[in-house]
């Protein structure tokens, strides 16, 4: 299940809170947009993201960063997405 989580990148905070479940990454990156359009900030100044959650949870449940994976296990990724910024 792909979800959306607020994550602030927090050590202090590992814990990320679940705002939304949804079945495809396109529902998703859908629901992400209309959370960025109604915060009016851009998706680095929401503190959200989309991850794969394998567990079952619920919105608002709290999950760490060992729960969730930036893919889905056999997802095509992106070829732009394969390789880190910061190398």
């Known amino acids: 299940m792909y979800a959306l989580v607020y994550d602030e990148n ?3 905070q590992p814990l990320m809170e679940v705002i939304s ?8 990156e859908r629901a992400l947009t209309k959370r960025m359009k109604r915060l ?3 998706v680095w100044e929401c503190d959200t993201r989309i ?10 449940d709290l999950v ?4 969730v994976a930036t893919w889905r296990p ?10 880190s910024d910061a190398d």
């Open 51 to 60: 991850v794969w959650i394998a567990q079952r949870v619920r919105p608002m």
């Open 40 to 42: 009016d900030k851009r």
């Open 64 to 67: 760490a960063p060992k729960d």
């Open 21 to 28: 479940l949804h079945k495809t990454r396109e529902a998703a």
């Open 10 to 12: 927090d050590p202090q």
């Open 74 to 83: 056999g997802e095509a990724i992106p070829f732009g997405e394969q390789f």
